[in-house]
């Protein structure tokens, strides 16, 4: 089985553009998580979709960040304009949620802004 | 919310056991997972309890008790390739959860397997 996939792997850009991370879940799941990984603060989740609808974007930092989820098979993170500050690695992880199943994380997208 | 606290980075050696603990406070306690995730890797699934007890898997077993907001990841006969982050996650759902299941995962726990 395919697991969660994420695109770009890797993603250098000077500060001010506009950066789209994108997920393909699990086929089946009905949750869909992003998070942003650093070193000093871990793991944290940035917003989460139940059924392709937001439930949860008390994490998104700021109006820069956005996420979409027009159907349950893609989901972007989009960032505009982009700063230094949010260079880190960004994961997308899906589960069925309903049955307490754990996440799976795609291999991440690792961001870095000039 | 929620407050989950576990040790920053552990050494332990080739072949030996060792303990890595997870605190936690939460108001609706609903689950704990345990994570493993090497450098540069994803996070990947190890362990679920959500009674009390001991859960065993192979080389790795996990332990909760739901009244002390505790849990550990015990590693048997350590191996160099047990060298990693390992994160603690605790499912909410509670009144402070928004009323879904939030996970939260700890700040990740650096083991270093040494010869």
């Known amino acids: 089985d395919a697991g969660v996939i994420q695109s770009p792997r890797h993603e250098v850009t000077e500060m001010g553009q506009e950066v789209t991370l994108r997920c393909k879940p699990i086929s089946g799941h009905n949750s869909l998580f992003w998070y942003r990984q650093t070193m000093m603060r871990g793991l944290e989740l940035l917003i989460y979709?139940?059924?392709?609808?937001?439930?949860?974007d008390s994490g998104m930092p700021e109006d820069r960040f956005s996420a979409k989820m027009p159907n349950a098979s893609f989901s972007t993170l989009k960032i505009q304009p982009s700063e230094p500050r949010d260079s880190a690695v960004y994961f997308c992880?899906?589960?069925?949620?309903?049955?307490?199943?754990?996440?799976?994380f795609g291999d991440g997208t690792r961001l870095s802004i000039l | 919310g929620q407050n989950i606290d576990q040790p920053t980075e552990m050494t332990a050696t080739e072949g030996a056991i060792v303990q890595i603990n997870c605190t936690y406070q939460?108001?609706?306690?609903?689950?704990l997972f345990w994570y493993q995730q090497h450098a540069g890797e994803a996070p990947t699934f190890l362990s679920y309890?959500?009674?009390?007890g001991l859960e065993e898997k192979g080389r790795f077993s996990s332990f909760l008790s739901r009244s002390k907001g505790y849990s550990y990841l015990l590693l048997k006969e350590l191996q160099m390739k047990d060298s990693a982050s390992y994160l603690c996650?605790?499912?909410?759902?509670?009144?402070?959860?928004?009323?879904?299941?939030?996970?939260?995962f700890g700040i990740g726990t650096k083991l270093q397997v040494i010869p």
């Open positions: 996650a605790v499912r909410d759902s509670g009144e402070n959860s928004g009323g879904y299941q939030k996970v939260t």
């Open positions: 939460t108001s609706g306690f609903n689950g």
């Open positions: 979709f139940n059924n392709n609808v937001p439930i949860d």
């Open positions: 992880a899906s589960s069925n949620i309903d049955l307490g199943q754990p996440q799976h």
């Open positions: 309890n959500v009674l009390d």
